[in-house]
């Protein structure tokens, strides 16, 4: 029997990955306002929603920017975005990632999504997974994007689990540490050295188990 009473997964990254079609959008519009972006730049952005993300893209343009033009940026990508994602499929689900939500089904906890991606409810209904989660957090409601704890805790609280029986599962630094901020055990998707404050680190959801932890 599991200590947990609750998995909460991220989305991008860890279920399906996005990270591609982030970095194309991205790539698109950093490029469009004269600002190099590579694939190293990129990795900083992972788990930051999308305002953030572009301030951090900005940040090393020539010229500053009003509100409402950072407005109209986010806006362009966010098209770009979802001309990519338009076509995903369940052929886009990770290695594991169904498997684990079946695991963790069977075992009778309660499975919960906390994504800031608004693009969240999309993308679950492109893979066709949406009704594998009893909760999922709707990212327009949350004031402050990883890493602060708000998400999972939303999550927690909707699913009616304590934070400290939560485990919480995520392949970015910022995802970690929100997980960690919410008094969860972190579940590191990728390298040890990377996801330093992970309580345990796997390469893919293709290593989940409930026992181990
Ligand atoms: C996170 C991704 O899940 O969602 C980030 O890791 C992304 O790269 C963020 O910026 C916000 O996504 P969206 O779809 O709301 O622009
Ligand atoms: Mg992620």
């Not at 919960?112 to 409810?121: D, E, H, I």
């Not at 392949?171 to 996801?195: E, Q």
Request: net charge negative; with cysteine.
């Amino acid at each position: 029997m599991s200590r947990f009473k609750a998995v909460i997964f991220d989305l991008d990254g860890v279920i399906t990955d996005t990270a591609h079609y982030h970095y194309l959008a991205w790539k698109r519009l950093a490029e469009s306002q004269g600002v190099h972006f590579d694939h190293a730049f990129n990795e900083n952005l992972k788990g930051i929603d999308r305002m953030g993300s572009l301030d951090l893209i900005l940040a090393s343009s020539k010229r500053a920017y009003t509100a409402e033009e950072k407005l109209a940026l986010a806006d362009e990508k966010n098209r770009h975005y979802q001309e990519l994602i338009a076509t995903m499929s369940s052929a886009d689900l990770l290695p594991g990632a169904v498997r684990a939500l079946d695991v963790v089904r069977a075992a009778g906890l309660r499975i919960g999504l906390a994504s800031v991606s608004k693009n969240a409810f999309t993308v679950l209904g492109r893979l066709g997974i949406t009704d594998k989660f009893d909760y999922v957090v709707d990212a327009a409601t949350i004031a402050r994007g990883k890493p602060d704890p708000e998400i999972f805790l939303k999550a927690a609280r909707e699913l009616g689990v304590a934070a400290e029986d939560c485990l919480g599962v995520e392949d970015a630094v910022a995802g970690v540490a929100s997980i960690k901020a919410a008094g969860m055990f972190a579940l590191g998707i990728g390298h040890p050295f990377v996801l330093t404050q992970a309580d345990v680190v796997i390469t893919s959801l293709n290593d989940f188990n409930l026992e181990s932890y």
